[in-house]
């Protein structure tokens, strides 16, 4: 991620790119990251939804609320 010199930058930068987002309840979305705004509200595509490591289940486009966030990180 050369040239982020800021966060958005850096999430900015893995627009269109496998995305991992960790919530605070444990849950663990992977998906192809869509959008975000300034309150790091995200949509992924292709998001396929993780607990304890297992897949539960496949979602497709979904919308995450930023304050439920706990990290995101290239896949």
Known sequence: MEGASRPLDALNATRGKNVIVDLKNGTRYTGKLKAFDIHINVV?????????SEVTRSLGTVFIRGDTITIISPA
């Open 44 to 52: 992924l595509d292709e998001a396929v939804e993780s607990k304890n």
